[in-house]
């Protein structure tokens, strides 16, 4: 299965990527962050397995994943009303009518990309930075989400990711807090009872997050780049006004960098390099709000 869709020129994961000496979980959910599709095999061992399932439903409420089924199997509770592939009797050719359904529901989500050349490490060493601490009272929490939330998925982890916290897929026994919105998913709740994980609701999480954005800024050293909604000069001055330490140029003491439309390359080049936390102009505003609020 693996090669085929390779074939394809996919790139493909499954878990005998894990590194050694990895904690599979995490290395899990960082690859379930990134997948644009997700395809399960549900098996006589699969329908029973709660890792699978709690993959399984991220992809589902991700609205990518392409359930498959290779044995003649009862699938698990919430996923049966879901078209199915059978792959039940396929033996293996590529010629198969269920692997060409399978290819093109693939393809609906991903298109074939061409493998890019793997390029030379620089020559040039770089000194990176040591893992910052925001002092946002996050610092270092893993937070999960399940459910239906007033906003994106992808606008919470750019606010988690903001004060210093860390968004992933999975519960866990690392898990700090599971964030529970409307229709939230069994998986992920059976989970959090079984790890002894904080509930809360979305509307506690706000005000949780709301308090770590009075903390993050003070002392910090920030930089502003692209076309930018207001003047800088009255961006720097808010800034300052909130105890940060607003600079021209970024440095190895920059903490932030807030990005508006064409951001500057070399700006974002140089974050890149110092491992600068990236700041859309939006969140820095809901940022603002809050703490003039």
Same mark, same amino acid.
């Given at each position: 299965?693996? +090669?085929?869709?390779?074939?394809?020129?996919?790139? *493909?994961?499954?878990?005998?990527? $894990?590194?050694?000496?990895k904690t599979f979980d995490r290395v899990i959910s960082q690859a379930l962050d990134a997948a644009k599709c997700i395809v399960v095999l549900w098996s006589k061992? !699969?329908?029973?397995?709660?890792? *699978?399932?709690? &993959?399984?439903?991220?992809?589902?409420?991700?609205?990518?994943?392409v359930p498959t089924q290779i044995d003649s199997v009862k699938l698990p509770f919430g996923f049966r009303r879901l078209q199915t592939i059978n792959l039940s009797r396929w033996q293996g050719a590529a010629s198969s009518q269920s692997i060409k359904q399978l290819i093109k529901a693939v393809e609906a989500l991903?298109?074939? *990309?061409?493998?890019?050349?793997?390029?030379?490490?620089?020559?040039?060493? =770089?000194?990176?930075?040591?893992s910052r601490k925001l002092t946002g009272a996050l610092d270092g929490k893993? $937070? *999960?989400?399940?459910?239906?939330?007033?906003?994106?998925?992808?606008?919470?982890?750019?606010?988690?990711?903001t004060v210093g916290a860390r968004f992933v897929n999975s519960v866990s026994s690392k898990t700090d807090y599971l964030v529970v919105g409307k229709d939230p998913g069994d998986v992920k709740l059976k989970a959090a009872e079984i790890h002894g994980?904080?509930? %809360?609701?979305?509307?506690?999480?706000?005000? $949780?997050?709301?308090?770590?954005?009075?903390?993050?800024? =003070?002392?910090?050293?920030?930089?502003?780049?692209?076309?930018? !909604?207001? !003047?800088?000069?009255?961006?720097?001055t808010v800034a300052r006004k909130l105890g940060a330490k607003p600079v021209g140029a970024i440095s190895g003491?920059?903490?932030?960098? =807030?990005?508006?439309?064409?951001a500057g390359k070399m700006k974002l080049s140089e974050? +890149?390099?110092? &491992? =600068?936390?990236? %700041?859309?102009?939006t969140i820095w505003n809901e940022i603002i709000e809050t703490l003039n609020s």
């Amino acid at each position: 299965m693996v +090669k085929l869709l390779e074939k394809n020129d996919w790139d *493909v994961w499954w878990d005998k990527h $894990i590194p050694p000496g990895k904690t599979f979980d995490r290395v899990i959910s960082q690859a379930l962050d990134a997948a644009k599709c997700i395809v399960v095999l549900w098996s006589k061992n !699969s329908v029973k397995s709660d890792w *699978v399932i709690e &993959e399984a439903l991220e992809g589902m409420e991700r609205k990518i994943l392409v359930p498959t089924q290779i044995d003649s199997v009862k699938l698990p509770f919430g996923f049966r009303r879901l078209q199915t592939i059978n792959l039940s009797r396929w033996q293996g050719a590529a010629s198969s009518q269920s692997i060409k359904q399978l290819i093109k529901a693939v393809e609906a989500l991903v298109a074939p *990309v061409a493998k890019a050349k793997k390029k030379k490490p620089p020559t040039k060493s =770089v000194t990176r930075q040591k893992s910052r601490k925001l002092t946002g009272a996050l610092d270092g929490k893993i $937070i *999960v989400f399940t459910g239906t939330l007033t906003d994106s998925r992808k606008a919470h982890a750019e606010k988690i990711r903001t004060v210093g916290a860390r968004f992933v897929n999975s519960v866990s026994s690392k898990t700090d807090y599971l964030v529970v919105g409307k229709d939230p998913g069994d998986v992920k709740l059976k989970a959090a009872e079984i790890h002894g994980i904080k509930k %809360i609701s979305e509307r506690q999480w706000l005000k $949780i997050l709301n308090e770590a954005y009075t903390r993050i800024l =003070v002392g910090k050293t920030i930089v502003f780049t692209g076309k930018l !909604s207001q !003047s800088r000069t009255k961006l720097e001055t808010v800034a300052r006004k909130l105890g940060a330490k607003p600079v021209g140029a970024i440095s190895g003491n920059t903490n932030y960098l =807030v990005v508006g439309e064409e951001a500057g390359k070399m700006k974002l080049s140089e974050a +890149k390099k110092y &491992e =600068v936390e990236i %700041i859309q102009e939006t969140i820095w505003n809901e940022i603002i709000e809050t703490l003039n609020s």
